[in-house]
C-alpha cells in the first residue's frame, strides 16, 4: 500500500481505483476503529478519513459511512459491539445522520433527538459499552 497522505489527489480525479478502494475497505476500517476502541476515544470522520490517506470530501466521507454498515455487520458476526458508534462529527462528537438513520438507536432502545444534551449523552454510554469491551483485548 501507498504510504499515508500519498493515495489523495485532492479533489482531482488523479486516484487510482486501488486506491478509492480503501473507502470500502472494511476490514481495514474495522482494525482502525478497534485500535480507537482499545485506546477509549471517538474517532471523527475527517480523522478516519486520513487515516485511509485522504482529505475530508462529502463524497468520500459518504463513500466510508456505507463501508460502516459492513464493519458493524462484521461486528455482529462474531458477537462484537458496533463499532461505527465511534465515527463522530468533529463539530458535536456524535455520530452523523446515516448512523441514526440506519436505525441503530431504535434497536438500542432510543427515540430521541439526533443533537443535544439526550444525544450526546446516550452515544456516551453506547461508546462506553464499545470502550469497555475492547479494554484489554
Given at each position: 500500500m501507498a504510504a499515508k497522505g500519498a493515495l489523495d489527489g485532492g479533489l482531482g480525479g488523479d486516484e487510482s481505483p486501488a486506491d478509492?478502494?480503501?473507502?470500502g475497505d472494511a476490514p481495514r476500517i474495522?482494525?482502525?476503529l478497534t485500535a480507537a476502541a482499545r485506546e477509549g476515544r471517538s474517532v471523527?470522520?475527517?480523522e478516519l478519513l486520513g487515516d485511509l490517506g485522504f482529505r475530508f470530501t462529502r463524497p468520500k466521507m459518504r463513500a466510508v459511512c456505507k463501508t460502516l454498515a459492513e464493519v458493524d455487520r462484521l461486528c455482529a458476526i462474531d458477537g462484537e459491539p458496533d463499532l461505527?458508534?465511534?465515527v463522530v462529527r468533529e463539530s458535536?462528537?456524535?455520530?452523523?445522520q446515516g448512523w441514526w438513520v440506519g436505525g441503530t438507536a431504535l434497536?438500542?432502545?432510543y427515540d430521541g433527538p439526533w443533537e443535544?444534551?439526550?444525544a450526546a449523552?446516550?452515544?456516551r454510554e453506547q461508546q462506553q459499552a464499545v470502550f469497555d469491551y475492547w479494554e484489554g483485548r
Open positions: 478509492v478502494s480503501a473507502l474495522r482494525a482502525i471523527s470522520y475527517s461505527a458508534v465511534l458535536d462528537r456524535l455520530p452523523g434497536l438500542l432502545g443535544g444534551a439526550a449523552r446516550f452515544i
